[in-house]
């Protein structure tokens, strides 16, 4: 059977759609928080909207103009402003997504549900995937994960798609805690959805699916995880604080240390911005945070430009404060609630395969289940992710997961 749903997985196209994952994707115009209606929503939804607290559900909305190689296939496509938690401080937030499923009659148990971690597509409100027909970017996974079966739950991560507050970029907590509760609110808008979940996604999403499983144990009460799968993770990022101190940032990584410094900004109003911004970074400041519009039309070439001393810490100090601000966003915290599957590569410029080692190896020390997989060959946006399908097929089955942990000794 399992042969059968992977080869399944691959004719729906996912394979070809992992790219897609991964990489940046552009979005909105940076000039204020997105109208929901400019996003093709149109009838309330019924659903259980009695509840609250995490995962309770404060809209949902049919999409309209969502890709048709999703609508032509799910019973259910929805916008959905759900409850979730701040992992900065534990405050209830307000996040949006979208939730998708099948059309058929359901698997005895009710419908699997995927958590479904998108990859990085900005730091402000505007960038959320559920404004756009295509999800920026993600709608032909979620289409070749909904066609085999699967309710999906994609997150747009707290301040992404929604005015009032901010995002926390790579703040691990948030994201997994917006992932969990995209799971619970699917549960409540899809009747025949079951309790038994799984989490994917790669780079910032790979992150999210890592962190849920490890908040699912004490965050995730009424719902059954079977696993999480993490493609070229951010899980430990705490090496970016001394690389730009070093000036040894990559070109990718500099653009990304700059949209960390958006959300450290607003998660510790106490941090002085101007101790890791100078030359073109703190002068271009806005046109770099944005992710689309007028404001962002330049940000690649800007991003080009940044020297290495635009982002080096002012002094010792500095970079300490920056580091132990990374470490508290960074993976792992704290022991999985079920296995894991990490593929990564080698080449990777934007998460050092060496910081990725790092998290696996912390992680099996703590006792996780984890299949590692390094491909030395492949760096960020190339991973060959297929294996991932067929593991999923695998513990929704109930089968064992192979462990390679603990890791071998260098």
């Not at 019924?46 to 969502?66: F, H, M, R, V």
């Not at 698997?107 to 730091?123: D, R």
Request: hydrophobic share 40%; aromatic share 6%.
């Amino acid at each position: 059977m399992t042969n059968v749903r992977a080869s399944r997985f691959r004719r729906a196209g996912v394979a070809g759609a992992l790219s897609m994952l991964l990489v940046t994707s552009a979005c909105g115009s940076d000039e204020a928080a997105p109208d929901p209606k400019s996003a093709g929503v149109g009838a309330t939804l019924s659903a259980d909207y009695s509840d609250t607290g995490p995962g309770s559900l404060e809209s949902a909305e049919q999409l309209l103009t969502i890709d048709r190689r999703v609508s032509g296939i799910s019973s259910i496509a929805a916008r959905v402003v759900y409850s979730s938690t701040s992992g900065v401080d534990g405050s209830p937030q307000r996040v949006s997504g979208t939730i998708f499923a099948p059309q058929g009659t359901p698997p005895e148990g009710g419908w699997p549900i995927i958590a479904y971690g998108h990859g990085t597509t900005g730091v402000l409100n505007d960038c959320g995937p559920s404004t756009d027909p295509e999800l920026l970017g993600s709608s032909q996974i979620v289409a070749a994960l909904v066609r085999t079966g699967h309710v999906v739950a994609v997150s747009d991560y707290q301040g992404l798609g929604l005015d009032g507050t901010y995002h926390p970029y790579l703040d691990a907590g948030t994201v997994g805690n917006n992932l969990i509760d995209s799971v619970r609110a699917a549960r409540k808008l899809v009747p025949n959805a079951s309790a038994r979940w799984a989490a994917f996604g790669g780079s910032q999403g790979g992150q999210a699916a890592w962190a849920a499983n490890e908040l699912a144990g004490r965050y995730g009460s009424g719902l059954e995880m079977v696993g999480s799968v993490s493609l070229v993770p951010a899980a430990d990022i705490v090496g970016l604080a001394a690389a730009a101190a070093n000036g040894t940032l990559t070109e990718d990584q500099k653009p990304l240390l700059q949209w960390v410094l958006v959300g450290l900004a607003k998660s510790h109003p106490e941090l002085n911005l101007d101790d890791y911004r100078r030359g073109i970074v703190k002068e271009r400041w806005d046109e770099l945070s944005a992710c689309g519009g007028v404001l962002a039309a330049d940000r690649t070439s800007l991003a080009a430009q940044i020297g290495d001393d635009d982002l080096r810490p002012a002094t010792p100090e500095a970079t300490a404060i920056l580091e132990g601000y990374l470490r508290e966003m960074s993976l792992p915290k704290s022991p999985a609630a079920a296995p894991m599957l990490v593929i990564y590569g080698g080449l990777d410029t934007l998460i050092s395969q060496p910081w990725t080692d790092a998290a696996i190896s912390a992680g099996c020390a703590s006792g996780d289940s984890i299949q590692y997989v390094l491909q030395p060959n492949s760096g960020h946006a190339d991973i060959d992710g297929a294996a991932a399908f067929g593991w999923l097929d695998d513990r929704f089955a109930g089968t064992d997961a192979i462990n390679f942990c603990p890791v071998p000794a260098p």
